[in-house]
């Protein structure tokens, strides 16, 4: 579906009715990672489906709230959920949110999800840093005309994870005394878990964890120039040679028995910034 190219400031200017504080950071929460949120104290609320051009949460674990408040004393828009392709909406919704919170004022970027762990060492609940991505699911957000006044018609994507934020990341996960890995987020189309070649792929293409969400967020993210903090949980490991089932409530639930680490990361990031 096309949206309006007005959509996301009409979304902005719904909620900006309703509450005027400006975020200076957008937290995206994924799969099971909403309950990061209960540490928000929160000024405003919205169900999604009371914005305008907003998709709906079809997701599981995906609560479909927007919240605006405070978190470490700084000013935050969080996504309670996100949009996939998957669900069946197009590039440009699913990317949408992140253009309404850079419209709110939002500068900075925390982007979350749960994946599959592909790195042998990596462990159900470990958290991965995400240094780059590989966009496999062939399709981008930006296709169409472009918005000048958001970003250039062809955004550079030599960084799209700050290094500075990363490295701050880390050093939560080491003060914290838990394993934390760096790695490549490859942005499959879903939804169905890859199969054992397709791991066996992923590997050799360079991934790390693999997920079906993250990339257009952060290709829209870019293109307005935000900088952006990406964390993965692993909530399955992917070993080709001994591949167990994945199912999307296991997923739900190896992410939200480790949002503990991924809260200690997110706020000493955001301390950081100040
Ligand atoms: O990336 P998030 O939204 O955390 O969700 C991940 O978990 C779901 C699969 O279990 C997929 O939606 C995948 O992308
Ligand atoms: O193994 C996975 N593959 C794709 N998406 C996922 N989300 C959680 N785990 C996975």
Known sequence: MTLPASAYQDAAAAIRAR?????????????????????VEVSAEFAYEDLPHFPRSTAVGHAG??????????????????FHLYEGWSPQQTAM????????????????????????????GDPMVITDQIN?????PLIGPN??????????MS??????????AKAAARRGD????????????????????EYRMLRRLGASAAGMSTVPEVIAARHAGMRVLGISTVTNVCN????GETSGQEVVDAASNASSKLLAMVTAVIRSAG
């Open 65 to 82: 709230r927007l919240l605006l408040g405070r978190l470490e004393g700084q000013a935050v828009v969080v996504m309670q959920g996100r």
């Open 178 to 197: 838990f394993a934390c890995h760096a790695g490549v987020y490859a942005g499959m189309l879903g939804p169905t878990y890859e199969t054992r070649a």
């Open 97 to 124: 949110p992140i253009r309404v919170m850079h419209a709110l004022g939002a500068r900075s970027l925390v982007v979350t999800n749960a994946a599959g762990g592909l790195n042998p060492q990596m462990q159900v």
């Open 136 to 140: 496999l699911m062939f399709q981008n």
């Open 19 to 39: 509450c005027d504080l400006t975020p200076r950071w957008a937290i995206v929460l994924g799969s099971g990672l909403g309950p990061l949120a209960d540490h």
């Open 147 to 156: 918005d000048d006044a958001l970003g250039p018609r062809f955004p550079d």
């Open 159 to 168: 960084q799209p994870y700050d290094p500075a934020y990363g490295e701050t």
């Open 240 to 243: 080709p040679d001994a591949l």
